[in-house]
């Protein structure tokens, strides 16, 4: 396999540092796995800033910048103003990952939100794609439906629902408006029965592979710290749930990434 483009993955995250893992080796290993590009995703202004650094020292990584919803109720004026000017920097493509998350407390709700809406609207002024972050508590779809409402409302053309883990019916209502489904690890588990059936269903015009190293690791590595070379399972098992070739997944999912990115 060649040319996977994980969307989705965090060689700024600290854990990697405390388990003496290198960034460049992680790159390499993926890279002989079959995956060409990567988009380091930050979750705060510091993380942010290193994912820049990441992209401009090595070939094949790009970034996202962005501060994570559970976050969002301690950003200050200051913290603005670095992503503002970060999202000029070479190599951005994104701004994330941002977006709701009610899965702890409800009580940052209205926080997260005015938070998302600035994030939209320096994605717009730098005509970069929106990374959502979107997690709900148990069954609900609250967080997913506050999304979407406020996608529709400030008229977002490029958006990506990273890490998505539900059924068909809302990964429908997000791909009918032509955003993409980002699918991770959790694809390959025995119990993930509603995204299998989402994988299914949905074009895979609509999908992208991503790690979210280095969480959610996929089987048969379960348990282990992810990197991005494990995304070649995520690719078998997409393959093997729509019955299609390995490399026509590979082709699609990294052309829609090429797509919602503006890459050429």
């Not at 993926?30 to 990567?38: D, E, H, I, P, T």
């Not at 970069?128 to 508590?137: E, S, W």
């Amino acid at each position: 396999m060649a040319g996977i483009f994980d969307t989705h993955t965090h060689f700024n995250d600290p854990r990697y540092k405390e388990e003496g893992i290198e960034t460049k080796e992680m790159i390499e290993e993926a890279k002989l796995n079959g995956v060409s590009r990567f988009c380091c995703v930050g979750f705060d202004v510091p993380s942010s800033k290193l994912a820049t650094k990441y992209a401009l020292k090595y070939q094949g990584v790009y970034c996202a910048i962005g501060v994570h919803p559970n976050e969002a109720h301690l950003m200050k004026e200051k913290d603005w103003e670095e992503i503002e000017t970060l999202a000029h920097a070479e190599k951005v493509v994104a701004i994330g990952e941002v977006g709701l998350d009610y899965y702890y407390t409800n009580e940052y709700k209205e926080i997260q939100k005015e938070v998302l809406i600035k994030h939209i609207k320096i994605a717009q002024e730098n005509d970069l794609a929106v990374m959502l972050h979107i997690r709900d508590k148990d069954d609900s779809e609250d967080a997913y439906n506050d999304a979407y409402e406020i996608l529709k409302k400030y008229k977002v053309t490029r958006a990506i629902v990273h890490c998505f883990t539900r059924g068909y019916n809302l990964a429908k209502k997000f791909t009918d408006k032509g955003y993409y489904i980002s699918i991770p690890g959790v694809v390959t588990f025995k119990n993930s029965t509603d995204l299998q059936d989402a994988v299914k269903k949905i074009s895979i015009n609509h999908m992208l592979v991503e790690t979210d190293a280095p969480y959610l690791t996929p089987q048969p590595n379960r348990g282990k710290i992810n990197t991005s070379k494990e995304i070649v399972h995520v690719v078998e098992k997409i393959a093997k749930i729509k019955n299609l070739n390995k490399h026509d997944v590979i082709d699609a999912t990294t052309t829609n990434a090429q797509k919602v990115f503006k890459l050429g």
